[in-house]
């Protein structure tokens, strides 16, 4: 069976699109695919992190798979730094990472800012660590938001290179999965910024956990522009607020975005706005409400960490004893 394997980062708020542009496709790809599902804390150590912070937003990610309808029972949920594989395979792979493959990659340029010189060497490595997380399974798919798409190709050429190297068909090339209507959510208050957990204005985003009234007074608050909802698709695309806002609506509705368009073409953004609200509440109230039930139980969530966590080690064990013979790495 095809494997997948895919994560999220246990830091701030787990917003809308991390749940349609990926949690959620998981749901649905969860019992066609031998699944792992990592909450990725090593990633997280790429920027400061709080530790008594950081524990707490691991148990919530884990929550959040849970109560979005990942089965812990069929899928192997875990975290990152339980499995010390993760870290193992990075370095291996780092020494066949070309720096020039690195200085490609634009969310390190968007995250470094200004201050490149102080940024933090994990920072810059963070895709070969991504490389390592998905092959150190031997994934062959990863489903994932559209922003995901350059680390991945960086994945395929990392394990590219090592198959080259040393002259094997190792590691199997993994195939991003970025699909639905909602692969790149963007903030609420600006249409050219996708939304992110790090956003400063909480009005930008719609965390998982928000309730109804929260999530009606940011949808409302959402910027539009004055006009009423575009005609067309032609319209939409050259109307990035609207469009963010019906691609949601789209997702959320299971209709296609042309669909969503047709529905609501001519009207007036308050009576959409409206219908978004009470349709968002309506899905991440049920979800927000589950992870709320399991937060309550840390005993449940860890009990479930320390499981997959058992399991996915019983993956990678064996493949890093493979990766270190074909390296010449002695094991005595
Ligand atoms: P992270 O934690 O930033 O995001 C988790 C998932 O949510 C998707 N996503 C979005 N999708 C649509 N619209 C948005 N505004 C949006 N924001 C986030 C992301 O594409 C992602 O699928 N590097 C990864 C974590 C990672 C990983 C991996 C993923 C580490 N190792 C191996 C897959 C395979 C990240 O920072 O995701």
């Known amino acids: 069976m095809n494997r997948i394997f895919s994560g999220v980062q246990p830091t701030g708020n787990l917003h809308l699109g991390n749940y349609l542009g990926a949690i959620r496709n998981w749901v649905t790809l969860q019992h066609d695919y031998d699944c792992i599902f990592c909450i990725v804390d090593l990633h997280a150590l790429t920027l400061p992190q709080d530790p008594v912070q950081l524990k707490a ?5 884990t929550a959040a798979y849970i109560a979005a309808g990942i089965d812990p029972e069929h899928c192997v949920i875990f975290n990152q730094s339980s499995v010390p594989g993760h870290a193992e395979l990075a370095w291996l792979l780092s020494c066949l ?15 470094a800012g200004k201050q490149r010189e102080d940024a933090g060497l994990g920072l810059y490595a963070y895709p070969v660590l991504m490389a390592a997380d998905i092959i150190l399974y031997k994934a062959t798919h990863v489903p994932v938001g559209e922003d995901q798409k350059q680390h991945l190709e960086l994945a395929r050429d990392i394990a590219g290179a090592f198959n080259r190297r040393y002259g094997v068909e190792f590691f199997p090339l ?5 699909f639905g209507t909602a692969t790149r959510v963007m903030s609420l208050r600006d249409g050219a ?18 309730d109804a009234e929260a999530i009606a007074l940011k949808i409302r608050k959402a910027k539009t522009d004055p006009l009423p909802l575009p005609a067309d698709e ?3 695309e050259a109307r990035p ?17 042309q669909e969503a368009i047709a529905k609501f073409a001519g009207q007036s953004f308050s009576g959409f706005k409206t219908e978004l609200a009470d ?3 309506e899905v991440l ?42 390296m010449g790495l002695l094991r005595p």
Do not use: C
Request: proline share 5%; no cysteine; net charge positive.
């Open 57 to 61: 937003q691991t148990r919530e990610v």
């Open 97 to 111: 990472t070309p720096l020039g493959w690195l200085n490609r990659m634009t969310q390190f340029k968007e995250k």
């Open 174 to 178: 993994p195939e991003p999965m970025i």
């Open 193 to 210: 910024k996708k939304m992110s957990k790090s956003d400063a204005s909480d009005y930008s985003r719609i965390n998982m956990t928000d």
């Open 234 to 236: 032609k319209e939409a």
């Open 241 to 257: 607020e609207a469009d963010n806002l019906l691609g949601i609506y789209a997702a959320l509705a299971n209709l296609t975005r």
């Open 279 to 281: 349709l968002s509440a």
């Open 285 to 326: 109230g049920k979800i927000g409400g589950e992870m709320r039930r399991l937060l309550a139980e840390p005993g449940y969530i860890d009990g479930i960490l320390k499981r997959g966590s058992e399991r996915a080690n019983a993956i990678a064990k064996p493949h890093m004893n493979e990766v270190f013979d074909i």
